[in-house]
């Protein structure tokens, strides 16, 4: 690090956390430094800072305070989008081109003034680098065609990368190969925040040319130098980052509205009573909680405590039933006798109409949920664009499966029996009790059914889930961008992420999938996603699971959180970016 280009101070990161908790704690003697800090406290580490590589909320949750994007969504909206570091966009040639007037005016943290160069590296260095670990796949599936790198698909050259986004003098222009009527919305994600070129080549990153460009295809760059050493545009600038502590401070230059508050500390506390404690004594601002069930039974009525609660459910959970088990370890005996299962148990669509009636939405959304949450029809969610809400939500119905049942596989599920494993999270006390309900609503039907349900760590189910070697586990996805199709493609195109947990492929599905990631008629689209979701109901591939509102805790002394300013694809935690809170 050149110290005459950064503006960082040389501060132990437990020396201003230190100083954070005593001015928390002593509030009454010096109200102007308690307000001038944000404690937040985290269970986990974090584990980059470099947007090229943030796909986890930990990382994003100060990337996205100490970068910007071009754009942004305005207000709590999931459908508009407003300016950033862009000042206006034009789209041209069918949507197959986005020309971007970038704002002027605009420093880098490190003193540099931002210019259209900075946006042209920053985009072509996510391609250049792109891995499965980071966000840019969705990128380059817009820009050239495929979520792949040149690692893995040898068609993208040099040429293919600099023609997708260059600059035309100062205005930055993007060349797509086919209209994508999310693109506007990936760009808005964290991940495709705007990094210092000049800084980023100094200190050691990819230089940006040709002549190295092979050599930077599907770099890790979790601990890269620019993760070590950022310079973004953001409101809030790194002092510094350990194992246990990262500390930020308002950026001085900022081109936009000035931080209320001054300083950010967000210290790994991975112990929850610790946290909570922190939290009840005003120690800290904002705590990871554990969830509604212990906001709702340990901070609800506690003094200096304020609850926000019915925030607007962005993800979309259910369990998926594999058609073609591909772990014959797992599944007994391989055959109807009673003791397993044959490897395509659930390609019968009466097996999965049966568990998908069996299973009580109602039950789960009062045992698990504490009563909020809605039935859904989709996995979608229900805020998004293309939810048919007309759509009736599978019912809860025993009679109709054991109906299901004893129609599967001509008659021999109902008259052998079957012994099958579902899988769930170790330590989730919601997924442990979706699947237990799950088990004995299906045993109940017929004393020759039996489900074993299997605690396993997150890890390996993600890795067996995506290798096909899960039978029943909950699957579920967070959006990387406002717009139906990160769900959609995700869950039910042949192609898409969690395909290898479901091995189906269903033709007219993936004929309305494609039609809908490629046209921006947004009437047309929603007809489609309107279609898609009829289609999947109708062939049951998912035990749905409800929505679940949001429910957030915070100290009443932190101003600026509220419902109407509340937007889940903007900011991890408070759905606001620290620039605009403020304490008193």
């Avoid at 994508?180 to 100094?202: C, M, N, R, W």
């Avoid at 904002?286 to 019915?310: M, S």
């Avoid at 568990?355 to 039935?375: D, H, R, S, T």
């Avoid at 921006?520 to 929603?526: C, F, K, P, Q």
Wanted: charged content about 25%; some cysteine.
């Amino acid at each position: 690090m050149n110290p005459s280009r950064s503006p960082k101070k040389v501060l132990s990161a437990l020396a201003l956390a230190t100083l954070a908790l005593t001015l928390a704690a002593c509030n009454n003697q010096s109200n102007n430094g308690a307000a001038s800090t944000l404690v937040v406290q985290e269970s986990a580490d974090i584990p980059t800072l470099d947007p090229g590589t943030t796909y986890d909320t930990g990382s994003g949750q100060v990337v996205e305070n100490l970068y910007e994007t071009l754009l942004t969504y305005k207000g709590n909206s999931l459908s508009e989008l407003e300016p950033l570091l862009a000042t206006e966009w034009t789209e041209g040639n069918e949507g197959r081109e986005y020309r971007f007037t970038l704002r002027e005016g605009v420093k880098f943290h490190a003193g540099n003034d931002f210019k259209c160069a900075d946006a042209e590296y920053t985009f072509r260095r996510n391609l250049v680098t792109n891995t499965a670990d980071s966000g840019n796949w969705f990128l380059s599936e817009s820009l050239l065609g495929t979520g792949a790198n040149a690692n893995d698909d040898s068609s993208i050259t040099w040429q293919r990368i600099t023609d997708a986004v260059k600059c035309d003098g100062e205005t930055l222009v993007f060349t797509l190969p086919k209209a994508d009527p999310a693109f506007l919305s990936k760009l808005a994600y964290t991940g495709q925040s705007i990094v210092d070129s000049a800084h980023a080549k100094e200190i050691g990153e990819w230089d940006g040319t040709e002549a190295t460009w092979k050599a930077a295809v599907g770099k890790d760059l979790t601990g890269s130098p620019l993760a070590q050493d950022p310079s973004g545009t953001g409101a809030y600038r790194l002092r510094e980052k350990t194992a246990n502590a990262l500390t930020a401070a308002a950026f001085e230059e900022y081109w936009g509205d000035k931080a209320s508050i001054k300083n950010v500390v967000i210290q790994k506390v991975p112990e929850q009573a610790a946290r909570l404690q922190a939290f009840e004594r005003g120690d800290a601002d904002l705590i990871e909680t554990g969830g509604r069930p212990i906001i709702e039974k340990q901070l609800t009525g506690k003094e200096g405590i304020a609850i926000l609660d019915n925030l607007p459910d962005t993800g979309a959970f259910g369990i998926s039933m594999n058609q073609n088990m591909k772990d014959a370890t797992r599944i007994g005996s391989g055959k109807l006798d009673g003791k397993g299962i044959p490897a395509d148990f659930f390609s019968d669509i009466d097996v999965r109409r049966g568990f998908v009636a069996a299973f009580n939405v109602p039950q789960f959304i009062e045992e698990v949920q504490g009563g909020k949450g809605e039935a859904r029809n989709f996995l979608l969610p229900d805020t998004f664009p293309g939810y048919d809400k007309g759509l009736e939500a599978p019912k809860f119905d025993l009679e109709a499966a054991r109906a299901a049942f004893q129609r599967a596989w001509n008659g021999q599920v109902w008259e052998n029996g079957f012994t099958l494993t579902a899988t769930y999270r170790a330590g989730s006390a919601s997924a442990q009790t979706g699947m237990e309900l799950m088990k004995k609503n299906i045993e109940s039907l017929n004393p020759k059914f039996k489900i074993n349900i299997n605690a396993k760590e997150w890890s390996e189910i993600i890795s067996d889930g995506a290798a096909g070697k899960e039978l029943m586990i909950i699957t579920g996805w967070a959006p990387d961008y406002a717009d139906p199709d990160n769900f959609v493609h995700t869950f039910y195109s042949s192609e898409g992420y969690y395909q290898p947990r479901l091995n189906f492929k269903d033709a007219q599905l993936d004929t309305w999938i494609n039609e809908a990631r490629t046209i921006t008629d947004a009437e047309r689209r929603n007809t489609l996603y309107a279609d898609i979701a009829r289609r999947a109901a109708d062939q049951a591939y998912y035990v749905l699971l409800p929505s679940n509102p949001g429910i957030l805790a915070y100290r009443d002394t932190v101003k600026g959180i509220s419902a109407e300013a509340f937007n889940p694809m903007v900011a991890f935690r408070t759905g606001t970016l620290w620039k605009a809170l403020s304490k008193g």
